[in-house]
């Protein structure tokens, strides 16, 4: 007679800290979500995803890159950035995705948010809101260089026309802009149920730690 096989053993269960988290970390991003689902702008939204998405943001700036002069400073200091970090943020991201495989929240299934581009299945951290906040950190780094780039006629013309050529509040400015866009697009990734909030806040601290790592590397390339 045979010895029978038991059955089949189930996973360890979580240590009751990190489920307590976990279901802490779905309640609110479900919460985010269904009260916002009336009220935000479906165009936005997916506008907001698009233009975070790496197959429309990495030949946007690649395309930049080529048509700005060498003699720019914005060159090297903000569109090299810009172009390094999209490949460094591609290849981290995944690998942490891979490894974590954490899956997108269940009621994901069923939004009425249909993704704009296909998404893979796997949640943390979001690709989205590390993308936004390497950018908006890339263009705080580079302010001085945005400074320098402002004596180009037409963006001197603009910018005495609407800042009564204060280069300083100008510049200001558009950094603000930029992290208003980026923090934008981070709630937008709950609201959509595309993400739990610790996928989003994991996501931008791993933007900005690539912007400053991929700044320091370049300047120890001389590249900067």
């Known amino acids: 007679m045979g010895q029978g096989h038991g059955p089949p053993k189930s996973p360890p269960a979580a240590p009751p800290l990190f489920r307590r988290i976990h279901d802490l970390d779905n309640a609110v991003s479900f919460f985010i979500h269904t009260l916002t689902r009336p009220i935000a702008p479906k165009p936005l939204l997916r506008f907001l995803?698009?233009?975070?998405?790496?197959?429309?943001?990495?030949?946007?700036?690649?395309?930049l890159f080529l048509a700005v002069p060498s003699s720019s400073p914005l060159?090297?200091?903000?569109?090299?950035?810009?172009?390094?970090?999209?490949?460094?943020?591609?290849?981290?991201?995944?690998?942490?995705?891979?490894?974590?495989?954490?899956?997108?929240p269940s009621y994901a299934n069923h939004s009425q948010y249909n993704a704009v581009v296909p998404v893979d299945n796997f949640s943390f951290p979001s690709g989205h809101s590390s993308r936004v906040c390497f950018v908006a950190s890339i263009f705080s780094l580079s302010r001085p260089s945005l400074l320098?780039?402002?004596?180009?006629?037409?963006?001197?013309?603009?910018?005495?026309?609407?800042?009564?050529?204060?280069?300083?509040?100008?510049?200001?400015?558009?950094?603000?802009?930029?992290?208003?866009?980026?923090?934008?697009?981070?709630?937008?990734?709950?609201?959509?149920?595309?993400?739990?909030?610790?996928?989003?806040?994991?996501?931008?601290?791993?933007?900005?730690?690539?912007?400053?790592?991929?700044?320091?590397?370049?300047?120890?390339?001389?590249?900067?």
């Open 49 to 63: 995803e698009l233009l975070a998405d790496f197959r429309f943001f990495f030949p946007v700036s690649l395309a």
């Open 148 to 224: 320098a780039d402002l004596h180009h006629p037409r963006v001197a013309f603009l910018v005495h026309r609407w800042f009564g050529g204060d280069q300083a509040l100008a510049v200001d400015i558009l950094i603000a802009a930029v992290w208003a866009w980026a923090v934008t697009t981070v709630i937008s990734r709950v609201a959509l149920g595309r993400h739990y909030v610790i996928d989003v806040f994991f996501g931008a601290c791993f933007g900005v730690l690539e912007a400053l790592f991929s700044f320091r590397l370049l300047e120890l390339r001389g590249l900067l």
């Open 75 to 104: 060159r090297s200091h903000l569109l090299l950035p810009l172009l390094l970090c999209s490949l460094l943020d591609l290849l981290f991201i995944a690998l942490i995705k891979f490894l974590v495989r954490r899956s997108r």
